[in-house]
């Protein structure tokens, strides 16, 4: 009883509102940078393991929100070492010379209640101009620092092609061209 007594008044804590603009550091630990893509007759699944960033949210200006985010591509985790030796190669990411992947916003605006962020996206050499839907997934008081918390969660989707990722674009059927992208971030107040 005592733990489920302590359970709800740390969801009560996670709940409770914070007041103005934070900026927030991704805790990477409790966040998720994951993709698939079409392989054959089946979905191909994977994520990266490190990546870092800040987010400026404002509840009552979120058209104020600023997203700076870094991503290693070195650490691509598909669960298959031999996968993910192939696609950090210079057939897909090219790793040695395209360590990062990047995303830093430019403006943002509400449109039909959704939050929608614009901004530069480079990924192996090639930038571009994206918008990405992002959901509040809710604002609070951490339980254990005290630190304003944030969560964030957006889902798009991205052509290899566009990024010159395109190993395997003449092998109609085998691999796709669209990349499914989900991004979800708890990201704590700087203080």
Known sequence: MRHIKMGIAAMAVLLVSTAGAEEYQIDSEHSNVA???RHLVSR???QFNEF????HYDAEHPEKTRIEATVQVASLDTDNVKRDGHLKSGDFFDVEQFPTITFKST?????????QV???FTMHGQTKTITLPVEVLG??????????????????ALLRSDY?????????????DEVRVS?????IADE
């Open 35 to 37: 993709f698939s893509v």
């Open 44 to 46: 191909t699944s994977g």
């Open 52 to 55: 870092s960033g800040s987010i």
């Open 107 to 115: 403006k943002a605006m509400v449109k039909d209640e959704v939050l």
């Open 118 to 120: 614009t901004g530069e």
């Open 139 to 156: 604002i609070g008081t951490h339980p254990y620092n005290q630190k304003p918390v944030a969560g964030f969660e957006t889902r798009t």
């Open 164 to 176: 010159a990722v395109n190993s395997w674009a003449d092998a109609a059927g085998v691999l796709g």
């Open 183 to 187: 991004v979800t971030i708890e990201a």
